[in-house]
């Protein structure tokens, strides 16, 4: 059998069917959503921006393009690790792939270099350093080229000043070799970030394509973060304990600090951020994407070139600054479309320091402003009674359905009361001691507690002093957070966090303003049961152990091709085989994502486990 057949570098031949190449290299009957029209819109040579959801089939919109188009498709991809996913989960399916970046050696990268000039390729991932180098541009004016792609787009806004510089100037691509159809693809851009993508990378004249932010699968969740290694240990435990997952913490030695701790208690835990040794991270990073149940601790620096699939989590310990940032973190869970959760975990503490980080940085006042107004987005996202899913949605611009039914506040909906009198209370006492004080001392006078500071300002003779002892401490440090998230108080930085009125807390005090604030009581989890993924996947434990001895041949067969797993089949792959359990090879290709490559070299050995299952 030919293994290549549908390669046009590999056997000069350049099929016109798109779908042809879809069931054949890759292994799927048909397209997903705008798939479809975006691959044939490039096909036909012209350009597009997509922005199309972390799991949503970005990767195909360019490189059956490339596959079927004359030449050479050229990929500016801004990380190592997803480079060498994508290429190693390409040359599995039988398409010649490649990339040149500073992990090989002169040897190895002058050897693609004539495979590329020879056109022995049919898809190169670079670097945005490298794609800007003169002699490089001059390279590709001498081979064939079938498209451009630049993959994770939004760095040409987003990050591009700070994370990647070069981004910012690939506009020279389009200059320089206006006859090539370039494609810009991101999973995540607000309107201004899309309009960068636009100037920046001189495709004024390209198709928009947006398909949609939505990723059903994933279960949102906010908790109130009280004891934050508990909360994640249970959730762990009683959720995704045979699990891969990430835990995103803001700081490295909190990344080291959680990894110890889980670790000790019996989690398959790693740290990952940037002050770790090199040849550590890689390490680590290495386990994570080649094991399975593995879960990786790290700040946000670990995640954007992760392409493995069937992380099953996504939990955060710490607030992050946009919903931008947070809704794609999340977005690295459940990337094979099967059920997954995303937990955020925060507290007061969190709101009053990200927002002193923010006044105290750098930043223009300017930047300042747009950084607190994405902040507060988010902060509005936590605190909202109404569906998480509909939130974000509505934040990028889509008109969501009210309720989702697979996020905390759709499956056990929070009560809500009216605040107006324990805000005006809470107000009050802000007022009382001139605006001076912060959460902790505030809450010392609303609930009449006598300490030394306290006699030493005389507050105990304020009219404020233990009016408020309807509510403990921790529900007082909840009442605080709402309404600084509301932005009825705010947080003063040279004052070391001292809480300051302004007018919207005028208004309330004055009684010209109600507010709603949601109550803050132990509920129980909507996941205090099995986990929703073990409930949805198996029909009966026989299903189960089938799928679970899948999973351990194809972990060993990943193995000895020295691969990731999620190579030689998703998850989800595996699932549709445990369901079905087909008996021939041509029932194995009807499966989604058993493509002819691997139907060869994989299909007779997953047909015998099955066998012995009984099948």
Not at 319 to 342: C, F, H, K, M
Not at 495 to 507: I, Q
Request: with cysteine; glycine share 6%.
């Amino acid at each position: 059998m030919e293994t290549n057949v549908f390669t046009a570098a590999s056997h000069g031949f350049v099929p016109k069917n798109s779908k042809q190449v879809l069931k054949e290299i890759f292994g799927f009957s048909g397209f997903r959503g705008l798939q479809e029209a975006i691959i044939n819109h490039v096909i036909a040579g012209r350009n597009a921006v997509v922005l199309m959801p972390t799991g949503g089939g970005k990767s195909l919109c360019y490189q059956i393009p490339a596959i079927v188009r004359p030449g050479t498709g050229i990929v500016v991809s801004p990380l190592i690790a997803l480079m060498k996913d994508q290429v190693e989960a390409l040359r599995e399916s039988g398409v010649n792939a490649a990339f040149l970046n500073s992990s090989l050696d002169y040897k190895e990268s002058r050897l693609i270099e004539e495979d590329l000039r020879n056109g022995r390729l049919d898809l190169l991932y670079v670097a945005p350093e490298r794609v800007m180098t003169e002699w490089f541009q001059d390279l590709l004016s001498q081979i064939d080229i079938s498209i451009f792609a630049i993959d994770e787009a939004h760095c040409v806004s987003q990050w591009g000043h700070n994370f990647r510089p070069e981004y910012a100037e690939l506009y020279v691509l389009a200059k320089r070799f206006p006859e090539v159809p370039l494609i810009a693809l991101t999973a995540t851009a607000d309107g201004p970030t899309r309009n960068d993508i636009f100037d920046r990378l001189s495709l004024r004249n390209a198709e928009l394509f947006i398909s949609g932010f939505d990723r059903p699968n994933i279960t949102y969740r906010v908790q109130e973060k009280n004891d934050p290694k508990s909360q994640l240990l249970s959730f762990i435990q009683q959720e995704h304990s045979h699990d891969a997952g990430i835990i995103y913490c803001q700081t490295r030695n909190r990344v080291e600090e959680i990894a110890e701790w889980l670790a000790k208690s019996g989690v398959k835990a790693l740290p990952y951020h940037a002050g770790l040794d090199a040849k550590v991270r890689e390490r680590n990073q290495t386990r994570f994407i080649r094991e399975e149940k593995i879960v990786m601790v790290a700040t946000i620096a670990f995640g954007m070139g992760i392409d493995k699939p069937n992380v099953r989590f996504v939990a955060h310990l710490d607030i992050p600054r946009t919903l931008e940032g947070y809704y794609q973190e999340t977005g690295r869970a459940g990337r094979d479309g099967l059920p997954s959760t995303a937990m955020l975990l925060y507290g007061l503490s969190d709101v009053i320091e990200t927002q002193s980080r923010i006044k105290s940085s750098e930043l223009d006042d300017r930047q300042k402003r747009i950084e607190l107004q994405k902040f507060q987005a988010l902060l509005g996202y936590c605190e909202s009674v109404l569906c998480r899913r509909s939130i974000v949605l509505s934040y990028f611009g889509e008109n969501p359905p009210s309720s989702c039914n697979n996020c905390d506040n759709c499956i056990t909906p929070p009560i809500s009361w009216n605040g107006t009198v324990a805000a005006q209370k809470a107000l009050s006492a802000v007022y009382r001691t001139s605006e001076t004080f912060g959460v902790g001392y505030l809450i010392d006078i609303l609930t009449g507690k006598l300490t030394p500071r306290v006699k030493d300002w005389h507050h105990d003779q304020l009219k404020t002093f233990g009016v408020g002892k309807e509510f403990n401490k921790a529900e007082w440090h909840a009442i605080f957070r709402q309404l600084i998230a509301g932005g009825y108080l705010s947080v003063d930085v040279e004052g070391h966090g001292s809480l300051k009125l302004n007018k919207e807390s005028m208004a309330i005090l004055k009684g010209e303003k109600e507010i709603s604030l949601r109550r803050i009581e132990k509920k129980a989890s909507p996941k205090e049961r099995k986990p929703e993924s073990s409930q949805k996947a198996f029909a009966d434990e026989v299903e189960e152990e089938l799928f679970e001895a899948l999973r351990e041949r194809r972990l060993a067969l990943a193995r000895e091709a020295n691969v990731p797993p999620y190579i030689i089949f998703h998850d989800s792959t595996l699932l549709e085989m445990a369901h079905s359990k087909p008996t021939s090879l041509s029932q194995m290709n009807r499966i989604p994502g058993v493509g002819a490559r691997k139907l060869e070299r994989y299909g007779q050995i997953f047909l015998d486990l099955i066998a012995e299952f009984g099948a």
